[in-house]
């Protein structure tokens, strides 16, 4: 496993509009030792002003390249479907990791989430000590197991 010591602190993008969910995905991220920054958007327009650093992201410090993409897939706006079209296309962000990580447990919304290169998908637990469990599982997989591709950016 990968030391903190040898390491940056990890970003992760958090991409949901449900504020209780916001909420309780960062004390969950927050409750681990591994450093990281935890960055929250509300919808899905966000998320692509984040990665492509415009907007209210435009300046680069704001909007590091993140480690892994947590993402929901039912937000206004536009969807994390949309996101995910348009992420994994994009030479310089299809290889940073992303887990729709959703209410949804529909078996469409499986296989549209993996063949549009998702590298995961994750239905969110509905109780807190799952909820918790799951997001720490993922963290520890996703940030500390599994090796990142190398940063462009």
């Known amino acids: 496993m990968r030391t903190a010591a040898t390491h940056h602190p990890?970003?992760?993008?958090v991409v949901e509009d449900d504020l209780g969910d916001q909420i309780?995905?960062?004390?969950?991220?927050l409750s681990t030792s591994v450093p990281k920054k935890i960055h929250i958007v509300g919808d899905g327009e966000q998320a692509l002003e984040f990665l492509n650093q415009s907007g209210r992201f435009a300046p680069p410090v704001d909007a590091p390249r993140?480690?892994?993409?947590?993402?929901d897939?039912?937000?206004?706006?536009?969807?994390?479907?949309?996101?995910?079209?348009?992420?994994?296309?994009?030479p310089?962000?299809?290889q940073i990791p992303m887990v729709a990580f959703t209410t949804s447990c529909r078996?469409?919304?499986?296989?549209?989430c993996y063949a549009l290169g998702l590298n995961s998908y994750v239905q969110k637990p509905t109780d807190f000590?799952?909820?918790?469990?799951?997001?720490?599982?993922?963290?520890?997989?996703?940030?500390?197991?599994?090796?990142s591709p190398p940063r462009t950016r």
Do not use: C, H
């Open 10 to 13: 990890r970003v992760i993008l």
């Open 24 to 29: 309780l995905i960062q004390e969950a991220l």
């Open 66 to 71: 993140p480690d892994l993409i947590l993402l």
């Open 73 to 90: 897939l039912n937000m206004p706006r536009l969807g994390g479907k949309e996101v995910a079209s348009r992420v994994k296309v994009d």
């Open 92 to 94: 310089e962000l299809k």
């Open 107 to 112: 078996e469409e919304d499986v296989a549209d």
């Open 129 to 147: 000590d799952n909820f918790q469990a799951t997001l720490q599982s993922l963290e520890q997989y996703w940030l500390q197991v599994s090796l």
